[in-house]
């Protein structure tokens, strides 16, 4: 039996306070994969311990590689980028992480043995076709042509680097090929859609790997040669702007709170939920800038705020908020005006169908929203939105941005919430409920 979460009380102001998020769940899957192609012992703090990253933590100690995570340190010894230990029907379970479930079709890419990568319910309905059909260019074989997990696949030692366009702008399906390059011997060009850079900039700033990045008419243009080794590293993960975007639509929505998130990363390929909650009136702060190793950290700075206005987004922005969605959905339910998003067709490829949930869950609170082009939708805001009725929230696929977006709806709007499958914030944000109590919401 999945728990599930009762709320019947708005939270009551708390003022001023500030708070310190998880760690990035991207930089922390990245930085176990790549660690463990490293040569040496490469030591993180403050990696992510959620269910995701602890997948990708144990898919890598299948392969023979020591994991060591003591008190926010986490200690692997990388064996150089030939030193995994493949073995015969080897199946590796991602469990809930599309991140770790196409970042390792890339880096187990020569495996010698067929290897099968598997997930659990929802991860197996989600495609993996976008990195199977590149990854073969490499010169990897697929048993049968599934497009869906449980996948199987074994390729030659070395690869064959490849010329390939990346029209999702998927970071998971780049990085993929990025990291499978890297046992490719020659130069491998790909041509992709902006989405978020973390593999580039460590790639660059961290392993040394020779790679050149060039912007052009909206495409990133990425060259890297493969066949070289790197060195053991360290890496201080910054907090997650996407666990820390619920605590900002908190900040906003509540009543006279004023709220300062430390240490976050705020690259500029994630800084989508910012820039839109700004083009909506939010006046969040950016507070102590520092550049790290490529990425940027900051503090951030909200105070709720009334009289908001809708947004026509531009689709150049999506990416950058890509797991931000349901909340901006949210704050366009208490927006002055008709907010207008669109080209969205990948939301209802995640965890659950995303889109269609914020649909959902706005039609409950009694919003009156459109399906435009069925990637697209139109929202028409309630500034005086108040919820009294009861809502239940279950049957989303258990996916953790709709649980933690209904608490956040429940803790500003009003009205009596249970919501399902509370352990599933646990994927990527551990810390989300007692960081919600330390601010005085009874969860
Ligand atoms: C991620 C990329 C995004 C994002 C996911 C994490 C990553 O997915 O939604 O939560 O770490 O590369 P896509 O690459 O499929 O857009």
Redesign the pocket.
Known sequence: MTKSVFIKNQIKSFKKKSIIVDGD??IS?RFVLLSSLSNGKCVATNLLESDDVLSAINIVRKLGIKVKIKSKLCEINGKGLFGLKFKKNLILDSGNS??TA?LICGMLANSNFWITITGDKSLKKRDMKRVIVPIKKFGTKFKRNKTKLPISFKGPKILKPINYTEK??????K?ALMIAALKSKGETNLKCLP??D?TELMFKNVLKIPIHIKKREGYDYIKLKGMNEFKNFNYKIPGDI?SASFFIVLTLLSKKNNLTIKNLNINPSRMGIIKVLNMMGAKIKVLKRKSYLGELIADINIRSKKNLKAVNLNPRLN?SA??EFLLIFLVSSVCKGVSTFRNLS?LNK?ESKRLDWGIKILKMMGIKIKKINNSGIKIWGKPNLKLEKSFIIKDFSKDHRVFMTATIAALTLGGNWKIYDQDCFKTSFPKFGKILNSLGARI
């Open positions: 769940k991207s899957i599309g991140t196409r999702l702008g998927s970071a998971q399906c990085s989405s978020r973390h996407s990416s890509i797991d990948e995640k």
